[in-house]
């Protein structure tokens, strides 16, 4: 069984930058695809990002030109890098983790998540 716990969350000015950090522990091998998702309260979760194990990613319009993801294999860490922060990026973000076989986006797609970590982004 895979754990997920993320960090690096907080509250910035609009144009600032977070990046937040998601170690896994347990059978990370058996992971084929992780990504970021996000809730903003009163509205459904939204996938942000998501990397495979052969390093393809996959961006939200919203986010493209503005957020990274990445991986560090050698710390089992997920990261996303965010810059030019919206107040619209406000929400609660995830980090999930999926053995699915092919490339997975959405969040039913997902089995394990973490706990979250807040990002507010204030005008």
């Known amino acids: 069984q895979v754990q997920l716990v993320e960090s690096g969350g907080g509250s910035v000015q609009a144009g600032g930058s977070l990046r937040l950090s998601c170690t896994a522990s347990?059978?990370?091998?058996?992971?084929?695809?992780m990504g970021w998702f996000r809730q903003a309260p009163g509205q459904e979760r939204e996938g942000v990002a998501s990397?495979?194990?052969?390093?393809?990613?996959h961006y939200a319009d919203s986010v493209k030109g503005r957020f990274t993801i990445s991986k560090d294999n050698t710390k089992n860490t997920l990261y996303l890098q965010m810059n030019a922060l919206k107040p619209e990026d406000t929400g609660l973000y995830f980090c999930?983790?999926?053995?699915?076989?092919?490339?997975?986006?959405?969040?039913?797609?997902?089995?394990?998540w973490g706990q979250g970590t807040q990002v507010t982004v204030s005008s």
């Open positions: 990397i495979d194990r052969n390093g393809r990613q």
């Open positions: 347990g059978y990370t091998s058996k992971n084929n695809c």
């Open positions: 999930a983790a999926t053995q699915k076989v092919g490339f997975a986006r959405l969040a039913w797609e997902y089995n394990t």
